[in-house]
């Protein structure tokens, strides 16, 4: 049985750099099917092809939306906890 240890020291950078890491290695691994679909000789390879390259773009654009919703929440938060302990002490 593997056993998986994280580190205590994670920070958010690393989760998104994280998630962004996997989202380009999806996007490549659909690009790269989109190459087979268009030469391996089975019906409707440019159709498998074009919807390979689409679902890879929807990866990467959703990765993009998800970063930048992180970091406009992370922002607020801080602003929040500041504003909390503004008004405590």
Known sequence: MAVIAFPEN???ADDVRER??????????????????LRDGMPHGA???????????RILQHERRAAILSRVVADAMDAFVQEQAALAG
């Open 10 to 12: 994670r920070t958010e």
């Open 20 to 37: 962004r890491g996997q989202a380009i290695a999806h996007a490549r691994q659909l690009r790269s099917l989109a190459w087979v679909a």
């Open 47 to 57: 159709l498998r092809a074009a919807t390979a390259r689409t679902a890879a773009r």
